[in-house]
C-alpha cells in the first residue's frame, strides 16, 4: 500500500514540460518619414513650452498659413511668431542632424557638407515680407528673423548669427527664449521706450491670427506643392522688366536682396536697381 501511495506522489509532483515561450509581436518598424516626423514634434514641443513661458505681455502664435503671392503655393508657412514691446520675433524651426554650413552670402546652405538646404533666413525673409504685408508700415522694421535648430545640429556659419546685436539669429530649440530676453534687453538699452504698446501688440496680433488659413484642405494644398518637383522656367521666376524666365537661384537672390523689394529679376535688369 505504501509502494503504490509514493507511486502516487511521484506522478503528481513531476513537472509538466515546459511550453515555448511565444514570442511577442513585434512592433512594425517605424519609417524615416515616421522618425523625421516624431524628432520633428518633439523639437516643435520644447519650443512651444518655452513660448508659453515668456512674459504676460508678449503674444505668439505657431503654424500660421497666410497669403503670399510671390511664394510657390502662394502662401506662407510660419513655425512662429513673437511680438514683444521691441520686436516682432519671426522663427523658423529646422529638424537636421548634423553640421550645418551656411553663410549670408549663400542661397544655399549644406548640411554635413554635401546635403543642400535653402538659406533659412532667405526663406525667414519671405515670410516677414508676407506678415508686414498685414500690419501697419511704421512697425515693419521691427522684426527680427530667428532660425532655430535642434542640438543635434552644430553650426558653421558666418558667426554674425550668433551675434545677439544682429536682427538675424540662428540658435539651438533649447536656448530660444533665452535668445529672445537677450535681444529684448539690447532693444531697451538702444530706446528709452517701448516701441509697441499694448494696444499695438494686440493689434499686430489680431491681425496676424485673422490672416491664419485654417482650411485642412488649402494646407494640405499647400504642402503638395511645396513637395512637388520644380518644374523649369516656371511662369512664377520671371524677370519683371522683360518678363524672360529665371533660374530659381536667382529668384532667391531678388527675394533676398532688400534693394528688390521683393521683386524679380533676371541678371541683366538687377544692374539697372539702385
Known amino acids: 500500500m505504501l509502494l503504490f501511495l509514493n507511486?502516487?506522489?511521484?506522478?503528481?509532483?513531476?513537472?509538466?514540460?515546459?511550453?515555448?515561450?511565444?514570442?511577442?509581436?513585434?512592433?512594425?518598424?517605424?519609417?524615416n518619414e515616421q522618425i523625421a516626423?516624431?524628432?520633428?514634434?518633439?523639437?516643435?514641443?520644447?519650443?512651444?513650452?518655452?513660448?508659453?513661458q515668456l512674459k504676460k505681455d508678449y503674444r505668439h502664435l505657431s503654424d500660421l498659413l497666410i497669403?503670399?503671392?510671390?511664394?510657390?503655393?502662394?502662401?506662407?508657412?510660419?513655425?512662429?511668431?513673437?511680438?514683444?514691446?521691441y520686436a516682432i520675433f519671426v522663427i523658423e524651426t529646422k529638424n537636421y542632424q548634423g553640421t550645418i554650413y551656411g553663410g549670408k552670402n549663400r542661397n544655399t546652405w549644406l548640411v554635413n557638407?554635401?546635403?543642400?538646404?535653402?538659406?533659412?533666413?532667405?526663406?525667414?525673409?519671405?515670410?516677414?515680407?508676407?506678415?508686414?504685408?498685414?500690419?501697419d508700415e511704421k512697425y515693419q522694421n521691427l522684426f527680427v528673423?530667428?532660425?532655430?535648430?535642434?542640438?543635434?545640429?552644430?553650426?558653421?556659419?558666418?558667426?554674425?548669427?550668433?551675434?545677439?546685436?544682429?536682427?538675424?539669429?540662428?540658435?539651438?530649440?533649447?536656448?530660444?527664449?533665452?535668445?529672445?530676453?537677450?535681444?529684448?534687453?539690447?532693444?531697451k538699452i538702444q530706446h528709452k521706450e517701448p516701441l509697441l504698446s499694448e494696444s499695438d501688440i494686440l493689434s499686430i496680433y489680431q491681425a496676424f491670427k485673422e490672416a491664419n488659413i485654417s482650411d485642412l484642405i488649402t494646407r494640405e494644398e499647400h504642402k503638395r506643392v511645396l513637395s512637388a518637383p520644380e518644374q523649369k522656367n516656371s511662369s512664377r521666376s520671371v524677370c519683371t522688366v522683360c518678363h524672360?524666365?529665371?533660374?530659381?537661384?536667382?529668384?532667391?537672390?531678388?527675394?533676398?536682396?532688400?534693394?528688390?523689394?521683393?521683386?524679380?529679376?533676371?541678371?541683366?535688369?538687377?544692374k539697372n536697381v539702385k
Open 67 to 85: 497669403p503670399n503671392s510671390k511664394a510657390k503655393s502662394d502662401y506662407s508657412q510660419i513655425d512662429h511668431v513673437v511680438i514683444t514691446p
Open 37 to 52: 516626423t516624431r524628432k520633428g514634434e518633439l523639437g516643435e514641443y520644447k519650443i512651444d513650452i518655452q513660448l508659453d
Open 7 to 31: 507511486f502516487l506522489k511521484k506522478k503528481t509532483t513531476e513537472p509538466k514540460p515546459k511550453q515555448a515561450a511565444t514570442p511577442p509581436p513585434s512592433k512594425p518598424k517605424r519609417t
Open 145 to 187: 528673423s530667428m532660425v532655430s535648430f535642434t542640438k543635434r545640429s552644430t553650426f558653421k556659419v558666418d558667426p554674425d548669427y550668433r551675434k545677439i546685436a544682429s536682427n538675424e539669429l540662428i540658435v539651438y530649440d533649447i536656448e530660444l527664449s533665452e535668445f529672445i530676453h537677450r535681444k529684448e534687453s539690447v532693444l
Open 244 to 270: 524672360k524666365p529665371v533660374s530659381d537661384k536667382v529668384r532667391a537672390y531678388c527675394l533676398a536682396n532688400p534693394n528688390f523689394n521683393g521683386t524679380i529679376y533676371c541678371y541683366d535688369h538687377q
Open 113 to 135: 557638407g554635401k546635403f543642400k538646404m535653402m538659406n533659412p533666413f532667405v526663406q525667414n525673409y519671405g515670410h516677414m515680407k508676407a506678415l508686414s504685408s498685414l500690419i
